[in-house]
T-cell receptor, first 110, second 113 residues
Framework: SQQGEEDPQALSIQEGENATMNCSYKTSINNLQWYRQNSGRGLVHLILIRSNEREKHSGRLRVTLDTSKKSSSLLITASRAADTASYFCALIQGAQKLVFGQGTRLTINP | DAGITQSPRYKITETGRQVTLMCHQTWSHSYMFWYRQDLGHGLRLIYYSAAADITDKGEVPDGYVVSRSKTENFPLTLESATRSQTSVYFC????????????FGPGTRLTVL
């Protein structure tokens, strides 16, 4: 099944630094979504980027999509302690079921 | 504006018992989903529903039963709970097509002894 693979699996940075995480996939997609999950909570949608888009912004978040390399990246600028969470990319598979990767655990150190 | 809620939030049960996890959404979203989240496996789709009375299997449906008699409710039943079903269960909904944004409930942590 189509599943995004996030990289790195874990990332620890200092508050104020930028955080970049990547998602790679194997087959063509209609769109790719990024979600955040705080510890003990449900997932929260961050950004949806369509296959004909190359970049989208939302506040301190920037998502890029390179369909030729079958990869996407999520950049969080000027990180804050509240950004500590797991981040997942999600892809459409076949009959349009959304398939989630295993996530990147981001820790922001004060 | 409650959004999407799950109950119970925590449940401990014994092997062989039947357990029902409840999911309720107030948006009248067409699609609803059940996922389980386990370390090492990420989030896996159990069942989903495109509308009332329309359900379909996801990646890991064995041992689970769903129903959707009303648009707003999507209960998940473990007919005879097993230890391997110990997990955190998330319900989600989306407005239109499955590829649209999904909105997640807070989760139910289920322990099967």
């Amino acid at each position: 099944s189509q599943q995004g693979e996030e990289d790195p699996q874990a990332l620890s940075i200092q508050e104020g630094e930028n955080a970049t995480m990547n998602c790679s996939y194997k087959t063509s997609i209609n769109n790719l979504q990024w979600y955040r999950q705080n510890s003990g909570r449900g997932l929260v949608h961050l950004i949806l980027i369509r296959s004909n888009e190359r970049e989208k912004h939302s506040g301190r978040l920037r998502v890029t999509l390179d369909t030729s390399k079958k990869s996407s990246s999520l950049l969080i600028t000027a990180s804050r302690a509240a950004d500590t969470a797991s981040y997942f990319c999600a892809l459409i598979q076949g009959a349009q079921k959304l398939v989630f990767g295993q996530g990147t655990r981001l820790t922001i150190n004060p | 504006d409650a959004g999407i809620t799950q109950s119970p939030r925590y449940k401990i049960t014994e092997t062989g018992r039947q357990v029902t996890l409840m999911c309720h959404q107030t948006w009248s979203h067409s699609y609803m989903f059940w996922y389980r989240q386990d370390l090492g496996h990420g989030l896996r789709l159990i069942y989903y529903s495109a509308a009332a009375d329309i359900t379909d299997k996801g990646e890991v449906p064995d041992g689970y039963v769903v129903s959707r008699s009303k648009t707003e409710n999507f209960p998940l039943t473990l007919e005879s709970a097993t230890r391997s079903q110990t997990s955190v269960y998330f319900c989600a909904s989306s407005e239109g097509r499955i590829g649209d944004t999904q909105y997640f409930g807070p989760g139910t942590r289920l322990t099967v002894l």
